[in-house]
């Protein structure tokens, strides 16, 4: 071991540490949602549910900060660094990356940055597998020249991504005002507002407000045995089914919105207008001050991120990731509480907090393929996105399957093809 890097910069990181923690904070505290990257990616991706509009808004968000310093500061992203992966490499380590993520339900993001600070069991689990298994990983990589050599190859810049980029942005900009249109209470929509909710794992208390052209639909008992109002019109009949049960006393748990949830996922016809204006916009800004923190911290250079997983590397050991993740869980775990004295954030009703405790083999398994891949690319969801910025083949080769790695697992655990066990 070499002892430290020569360019790690501890303020950077810790100022880059802090603005995700910032990010995070007050995505909880205006919007209630927790920054979990790989499920933001997922939701814009593969579903057309309740809070699609403001994750689409978030990644336009990153996006514009990505495509900005693609211009601007195109060294951020390590493009003269010693580390890069080569194209078959990117591959493989995106579809670990994406069916890990998906099977382990989050990233570090979701479960270092957001669940730490939560003391959550399954983050605290996730985290401490997904850093094992890269550094394993990592190590391994770096201590094998045969298996370096295939790795690491030196990749190919794309010069038109950038522009490419701005696109994109400008369409998922489209995208989210085309959602707050269709959205909009009207005829053959469910309109729907969460009223209260506990921040404890107690009941939540709902109530849906049905439209003008609702009241021959689908309605509720006045006042049900859990204390709420309920009134809806659907579209479907599968969804009118759903929402017939819906308006039992279990509506007022949070296994009930995971219904309502379902229902808008499988019936895109059927969309439930949770998400205002204001808060996707927020959202917006919150995303390009996630994407910040990680090119500010260096996060958004992979030989940052395999120095820290690789400590045995004959440059050094580079612990940025380590302040990075160290100051945004503080900031974090001084705002959290804090927040959580509200009755609800800002701009909604409800915090939506994961409700799972249980410490499963689809945890685990999904954070040990997620490390894998993380040790092998160096990348992970938040700066995959971010560092499309680059212009890079491998970045486009990574994010690409990245997403096809979390369709495979949704399509497996949808279709039966996954046991039962790892659902």
């Given at each position: 071991m070499s002892g430290i890097v020569a360019d790690f910069s501890p303020l950077f990181a810790a100022i880059g540490g802090a603005m995700l923690g910032v990010a995070a904070s007050a995505n909880m505290l205006l919007n209630g949602r927790i920054t979990g990257i790989s499920g933001i990616m997922s939701g814009v991706a593969f579903t057309n549910g309740l809070d699609t509009a403001w994750k689409t808004a978030f990644m336009a968000g990153m996006l514009t900060i990505a495509t900005i310093c693609g211009y601007v500061a195109p060294e951020l992203f390590g493009v003269k660094g010693t580390f890069s992966a080569g194209v078959g490499s990117a591959a493989l380590a995106g579809i670990l990356v994406g069916f890990g993520t998906s099977m382990g339900s989050g990233c570090t993001s979701g479960h270092g940055l957001c669940g730490l600070p939560r003391y959550s069991n399954r983050s605290i689990i996730a985290v401490f597998?997904?850093?094992?298994?890269?550094?394993?990983?990592?190590?391994?990589?770096?201590?094998?020249?045969?298996?370096?050599?295939?790795v690491r190859m030196a990749?190919?810049?794309?010069?038109?991504?950038?522009?490419?980029?701005?696109?994109?942005?400008?369409?998922?900009?489209?995208?989210?005002?085309?959602?707050?249109?269709?959205?909009?209470?009207?005829r053959e929509v469910l309109s729907a507002t969460v009223a209260h909710a506990q921040v404890a794992d107690g009941p939540v208390k709902v109530g849906v407000e049905a439209t003008e052209d609702a009241k021959e639909g689908a309605k509720a008992p006045a006042d049900s045995g859990c204390g709420c109002k309920e009134g809806a019109e659907l579209t479907t009949k599968d969804a009118e089914r759903g929402l017939s049960r819906a308006s039992t006393a279990e509506w007022g748990s949070t296994n009930a919105l995971r219904r309502a949830a379902s229902i808008s996922n499988h019936h895109p016809e059927v969309i439930v207008n949770s998400a205002t204006p204001v808060a996707i916009i927020t959202a917006f800004f919150v995303g390009c001050t996630f994407a910040g923190g990680l090119l500010l911290s260096g996060m958004a250079d992979a030989a940052k991120v395999?120095?820290?997983?690789?400590?045995?590397?004959?440059?050094?050991?580079?612990?940025?990731?380590?302040?990075?993740?160290?100051?945004?869980?503080?900031?974090?775990?001084?705002?959290f509480p804090l927040i959580f004295r509200r009755a609800g954030p800002v701009f909604g009703q409800t915090f939506h907090l994961p409700t799972s405790k249980d410490i499963s083999p689809?945890?685990?398994?999904?954070?040990?393929?997620?490390?894998?891949?993380?040790?092998?690319?160096?990348?992970?969801?938040?700066?995959?996105?971010?560092?499309?910025?680059?212009?890079?083949?491998?970045?486009?080769?990574?994010?690409?399957?990245?997403?096809?790695?979390?369709?495979?697992?949704?399509?497996?655990?949808?279709?039966?093809?996954?046991?039962?066990?790892?659902?």
């Open positions: 597998t997904f850093i094992a298994t890269g550094m394993g990983t990592a190590s391994l990589v770096e201590a094998v020249p045969e298996i370096n050599e295939l990749p190919l810049k794309v010069s038109f991504l950038p522009a490419g980029l701005v696109v994109m942005s400008v369409l998922l900009a489209i995208e989210v005002v085309a959602r707050l249109i269709k959205n909009a209470p009207k395999v120095g820290f997983l690789a400590p045995g590397r004959r440059e050094g050991w580079d612990p940025t990731l380590l302040i990075v993740l160290v100051a945004g869980v503080l900031v974090n775990g001084v705002a689809p945890l685990v398994i999904g954070s040990a393929l997620f490390g894998i891949g993380w040790g092998i690319a160096g990348l992970c969801p938040g700066p995959a996105v971010v560092v499309l910025g680059s212009g890079y083949e491998h970045a486009i080769c990574f994010a690409v399957m990245m997403l096809s790695g979390a369709y495979v697992h949704r399509f497996s655990k949808a279709s039966g093809i996954l046991p039962a066990a790892l659902h």
